[in-house]
Nanobody, 121 residues
Framework: QVQLVESGGGSVQAGGSLRLSCAASGDTSSNDVMAWFRQAPGKEREGVAV??????AYADSVKGRFTISQDNAKNTLYLQMDSLKPEDTAMYYCAAGRVRLSLHRSHYNYWGQGTQVTVSS
């Protein structure tokens, strides 16, 4: 079992920045692929960024603007979001799984409760 708790969401104007955090506990060594997903109202949950070891992958919509990182000593995952746009508005979820660098929702077994990000124009 893995427990995930997100924080850092909030409201920001377009062009601004936010940093999300996800504190992980439990069997993180067996579920060592960590990712961020987001879900806007009326839309499917989509993968945003994933990290495995020193490797990362991003959705095209956030490349160059978002940066995923992790602090293994603190068991914490981060998502630095810069140049935010109104279309980035969504609930953001942290997830843990085993499929390397996957951004498919079905490949993740553990999820946090989500943190809301709202970007105004």
């Amino acid at each position: 079992q893995v427990q995930l708790v997100e924080s850092g969401g909030g409201s920001v104007q377009a062009g601004g920045s936010l940093r999300l955090s996800c504190a992980a506990s439990g069997d993180t060594s067996s579920n060592d692929v960590m990712a961020w997903f987001r879900q806007a109202p009326g839309k499917e949950r989509e993968g945003v960024a994933v990290v495995y070891s020193d490797y990362t992958a991003y959705a095209d919509s956030v490349k160059g603007r978002f940066t995923i990182s992790q602090d293994n000593a603190k068991n914490t995952l981060y998502l630095q979001m810069d140049s935010l746009k109104p279309e980035d508005t969504a609930m953001y979820y942290c997830a843990a799984g085993r499929v390397r660098l996957s951004l498919h929702r079905s490949h993740y077994n553990y999820w946090g409760q989500g943190t809301q990000v709202t970007v105004s124009s």
